[in-house]
């Protein structure tokens, strides 16, 4: 018995459908490659490791970002300034967080009441409401 030959067309096809299926497993594991750490993920063990802080301030009241906040952190005398658009991201090590795994961060701008929080890195998602003051 001969067997019988798959037209080209087939041929194509299943090449084709072979070909995005391994491009889509390629894309799929670069995304989840370049994906930022979002807070919940694991922290570092090691004394030289960093953790990172990142976010927003946002006023409070009329919902717009803040422009050059600073934010400065308990035990480290570096002050931090947002961008125009209110972004924040600091770099930190271990010492810095107390023996909870948090860090007190601060953030002050003229016309604004400061905030004093405690934050448990990693974050890279967090916004920091300002209230202005009347």
Known sequence: MKAKAKPASTIWLQLAVAVVAALSAVAVAWIQ???PSVGGSVAPTQPGERYYIGGRVIDGVRNVPIAHAEISLAGR???YVTEDNGNFRIAIDRRTLDSHGAVRLYVSK???RLVD???SPP???LI???TPER
């Open 123 to 125: 974050v890279e998602n």
């Open 77 to 79: 005398t570096e002050v």
């Open 110 to 112: 003229a016309g604004y």
């Open 128 to 130: 920091i409401l300002a």
């Open 33 to 35: 490659f370049r994906r």
């Open 117 to 119: 929080m405690s934050v």
